[in-house]
């Protein structure tokens, strides 16, 4: 019975001193600040520093008892709208294994468009963010959407952290809000899709 879950990335050292790409690591909390889970990326270095932002990733959820309790997988996918035949797309398995959703990009000339499915491919719902997804001082929003998009449900915003967290680290925090009755294996999609969401936007090698 929640509506709203913050996600922050957490500082890796070892990445500020050599620049090289470590794996992503983040803790979900509530909105009391209660840390409900805690999400890990699960590449190689090769992977992390070969393919930059468009790698394909595991990403393991795992709860306060250290039960793995939601997966998201990526497979190797173009990220240019020039090849709309091979966009990017998630798979939420929760539990692992057992496919309860998708993230799938769609193919817009100006604006990062995505469709939430259920585990039978049915769109449920859509995320639209802004056409240039760079801002300073501000909040940036992707507003989540009826299948029409003619009314707004809910959003997923990367918050402004500061000018030093932003110049020098990829480090970022996020808000992802929805309804209160939403399904709880759309809500689990919706992390996927903050997920997605962060390393085609937000991460920098």
Request: charged fraction near 20%; proline fraction near 5%.
């Amino acid at each position: 019975q929640i509506d709203q879950i913050l996600i922050h990335q957490q500082i890796e050292l070892l990445e500020i001193l050599t620049g090289f790409e470590t794996n992503n690591k983040y803790e979900i909390k509530n909105t009391l600040g209660q840390r409900v889970y805690f999400a890990a990326e699960d590449t190689d270095c090769c992977t992390r520093n070969c393919c930059g932002p468009s790698r394909p990733f595991t990403i393991r959820i795992i709860d306060n008892l250290g039960h793995e309790v939601i997966t998201l997988q990526r497979p190797l996918r173009c990220s240019s709208c020039c090849f709309p035949c091979c966009l990017q797309e998630l798979e939420v398995q929760a539990p692992p294994g057992t496919p309860v959703g998708y993230v799938v990009q769609n193919w817009h000339a100006c604006l990062p468009k995505f469709t939430i499915q259920n585990e039978k491919r049915m769109d449920i719902l859509k995320i639209i963010g802004p056409c240039v997804v760079c801002s300073c001082f501000e909040d940036i929003n992707f507003e989540v959407k009826s299948v029409d998009e003619t009314s707004t449900v809910g959003k997923i915003s990367k918050q402004w952290t500061g000018f030093l967290k932003e110049a020098f680290t990829d480090a970022d925090n996020f808000g992802i809000t929805f309804p209160m009755d939403l399904d709880v294996k759309m809500k689990a999609v919706m992390i996927g899709a903050c997920f997605l969401i962060v390393s085609l936007s937000f991460t920098n090698t």
